[in-house]
């Protein structure tokens, strides 16, 4: 074969065996990867983009829960500072029976121009340390004749509110905390026990509502023990039955 001739099957084979090389050409592997990698980024920054609108979403209705809630305890904490202003809807011979009982229970406090009471738990006479169980030694028989007076005469159309306060000390016990993890947990779990008190005591259910404000509404500054012990406490609000508390609608007497 001449000099010629193998020069052009030399040429041929290169030409069969590399079709896509050159001095400017990329190989089709190569160029297949690039494809296929930037597809892949693509495809990465789509997930990206939904992830990125989802979490705002979720950003937005958290940041309005958070809103409504502030409002609600905005609302709760004026409707408070409005019952401690109001005026007894309580008649004489109740208020009279009331203070009665305040003279008989010394930790029972009664504001005959408010009408409202309130049940400290100094030397833990309501509540154990941490507990939301009733002392009932201590104030079954008080709760049992409030209640007496309450569905009695005109009394008995008048709704009643039990408001929890606890001090400035956190829950620290392990046992305490699986029951009330927070100073929210026990002043709203108190106040329900007093509520549940007074049901089984005759008073309807629809009359009563209850409410815990924690460790945020104290008498007096939390500086030692008997400062705390005025702290915790159990206030009982007498409301007449046009009050707009918790929900009640006003002029609907409650039987």
């Not at 160029?31 to 930037?38: P, V």
């Not at 108190?190 to 008498?219: C, D, T, W």
């Amino acid at each position: 074969m001449s000099a010629a001739s193998r020069a052009s099957v030399l040429g041929l084979l290169v030409l069969v065996l590399f079709p896509q090389t050159g001095c400017n050409m990329v190989p089709q592997q190569t160029l297949r990867q690039s494809q296929l990698r930037s597809w892949q980024l693509a495809g990465q920054n789509r997930q990206l983009s939904q992830t990125n609108v989802a979490l705002k979403s979720n950003l937005d209705v958290s940041s309005q829960r958070l809103t409504n809630l502030s409002n609600e305890r905005t609302l709760l904490h004026q409707r408070y500072l409005n019952l401690l202003k109001q005026q007894s809807p309580l008649s004489q011979n109740a208020t009279r029976r009331l203070e009665e009982l305040r003279k008989r229970f010394p930790r029972f406090q009664f504001d005959p121009q408010s009408g409202v009471c309130k049940i400290g738990n100094n030397d833990d006479i309501l509540f154990a340390t941490g507990s939301d169980r009733l002392n009932n030694e201590a104030v079954g028989k008080l709760l049992l004749e409030f209640a007496r007076i309450m569905n009695d005469g005109e009394a008995k159309k008048l709704n009643i509110l039990v408001v929890g306060h606890t001090d400035d000390r956190r829950i620290a016990r392990a046992g305490t905390k699986t029951k009330h993890p927070t100073n929210w947990h026990l002043s709203t779990n108190r106040a329900n026990a007093v509520v549940v008190a007074l049901q089984k005591h005759g008073i309807n259910e629809s009359r009563l509502g209850a409410a815990g404000y924690g460790l945020n509404q104290p008498l007096v500054s939390n500086r030692d023990e008997n400062a705390r012990q005025q702290n915790r406490r159990v206030e009982i609000f007498v409301l007449s039955p046009d009050a707009v508390v918790a929900h009640w609608q006003p002029g609907v007497s409650r039987q």
